[in-house]
């Protein structure tokens, strides 16, 4: 089971802008004023992206660990631009909402559709998280002696089985020997 963890109370450093780098930084590299990226890494993209919001929660993905989960917010968001040779290419902005390790590239148009059915989640939601809690009055945790005995017949049931098919197996292969 997964741990539902809020990031560190700590606040880390925001990345400095383009307008904070000032308009040289600006003219050479085409930036808005907001961008964060640090176009002189050897890695940075070519597009230009804002600093993301992102919730205090963490990735609550079953499918990774409590420590790579800790490692991303459950949701972020941010503004990106992509005018790499805008007279050949043209200009596009986009909104990349992040879900763990997974990124939807939307439009305006297409975040703001987003935006509202998500709000219009949060009520369902609510409800479901009143019914869960409700529901969850009446759990319990079961008997770890009756757990060790079932695992245990469980695992005697899978090496007779196992037994079994090798059996049966070394049969078919002793028959088509001859």
């Keep these: ?21 000032g308009p040289e930084w600006m003219a050479r590299w085409g930036c808005l004023p907001w961008c ?18 992102e919730t205090a929660m963490r990735n609550i993905d079953a499918a990774h660990t409590d420590h790579e989960n800790a490692q991303l917010p459950w949701l972020a968001a941010k503004t ?12 596009e902005t986009r909104v990349w909402l992040d879900y763990g390790t997974s990124t939807g ?41 009756i757990a060790r005995l079932d695992r245990e017949a469980e695992d ?11 059996a049966e197996a070394d049969a078919l292969l002793a028959g088509g020997a001859e």
């Design 156 to 166: 005697r049931r899978i090496v007779t089985r196992t037994a079994e098919l090798k």
């Design 105 to 145: 590239e939307l439009s305006p148009a297409e975040a703001r559709v987003a935006l509202d059915a998500l709000r219009r989640f949060t009520a369902d939601f609510e409800k479901v998280v009143e019914h869960a809690e409700r529901t969850a009055e009446d759990d319990f945790e079961g008997d770890p002696e």
């Design 1 to 21: 089971m997964h741990r539902i963890s809020q990031a560190s109370t700590a606040t880390p450093a925001l990345p400095l802008t383009a307008d904070q780098r």
């Design 80 to 91: 990106v631009v992509v005018n790499d040779k805008p007279h050949a290419y043209g200009r």
């Design 36 to 53: 964060v990226n640090d176009h002189t890494d050897a890695f940075s993209p070519d597009w230009h992206t804002s600093a993301p919001v």
